[in-house]
């Protein structure tokens, strides 16, 4: 069964939650620049407030038949998400190498698909704890070209990749975060700014294009930076080259 739920509507429920709830923040209000800095070269910039969290959502399809291949392994329903064919999308690629950056970067789905469970999560404040999450190099590398999914139970604990029918274990969402906690509080903090981190997401996005089109898109959303604030620059370069939410997981 074929999700009613759209990808922005999950994103938002989950994004609101994140933000309320477990300790993100979002880039905020414009923060407008002071005489000094207008008058500087490049416009003006502001530090990381934060340690970025990149977030891919993903609609999940309920599977609903024992002839559903992942039905011995999950039971009824499953869960499945799709990831696209390397030869329509470069978007795995491109996250595998911002997660390497190294950045904090997930994929997102929900572990539903009606728009009653969306409610009635967002509601009870559950969106988050029903989630499922997996970091791009959890499911590695593709190397062909085919499409491929990622199933998923009611409960945490494995995910199937396949086309090669590959079972990973799997985090929940509160193991998942805390991790990033842990992680985040053991490394030096970054120095980076937002343009800097606007700077990263053009660099990676343009090493792996080779249709023209998508270099200048690339090239001209750098240009167009220069009388942008930093906080456009990057979540724009978030959102239109790699198609991710950006969240900062704050001190």
Same mark, same amino acid.
């Given at each position: ?36 800095? =207008? ?21 999940? &399809?309920?599977? $609903?038949?024992?002839?559903?291949? &992942? ?32 950045? %904090? ?6 572990? %539903? ?8 999560? %967002?509601? !009870?404040?559950?969106? %988050? ?5 997996? !970091?791009? *190099? ?12 990622? *199933? ?7 995910? $199937? ?7 990973? =274990? ?5 193991? $998942? ?33 080779? &249709? $023209? ?12 930076? =220069? ?25």
């Amino acid at each position: 069964m074929v999700s009613d739920i759209s990808e922005f509507s999950y994103g938002f429920a989950l994004t609101s939650e994140l933000l309320e709830a477990w300790g993100l923040s979002g880039l905020g209000a414009p923060i407008f620049p002071t005489q000094v800095s =207008e008058g500087s070269e490049g416009g003006y910039d502001v530090k990381l407030p934060g340690d970025p969290v990149f977030l891919q959502f993903k609609r999940s &399809d309920r599977l $609903t038949t024992n002839r559903a291949l &992942d039905a011995p392994s999950y039971g009824l329903p499953y869960f499945r998400f799709q990831l696209p064919a390397s030869r329509h999308s470069k978007q795995h690629q491109l996250l595998l190498d911002l997660e390497a950056s190294p950045e %904090f970067v997930l994929y997102a789905a929900p572990r %539903f698909s009606k728009p009653e469970e969306l409610s009635a999560a %967002f509601t !009870a404040g559950a969106v %988050f704890k029903r989630s499922f999450l997996v !970091a791009p *190099s959890m499911i590695g590398a593709i190397t062909d070209a085919r499409p491929h999914s990622i *199933s998923f139970g009611l409960l945490p604990g494995c995910f $199937t990749f396949r086309s090669e029918a590959r079972i990973v =274990e799997a985090s929940t969402a509160e193991e $998942t975060l805390s991790v990033m906690r842990q992680v985040r509080e053991s490394r030096q903090r970054s120095n980076s700014s937002l343009r800097d981190l606007g700077d990263k997401l053009v660099e990676i996005f343009v090493a792996h294009q080779e &249709d $023209t089109a998508q270099r200048q898109l690339a090239n001209h959303l750098r240009q167009a930076s =220069e009388n942008r604030s930093s906080m456009d620059y990057a979540q724009f370069a978030a959102r239109t080259l790699f198609g991710c939410e950006l969240l900062f997981l704050g001190p």
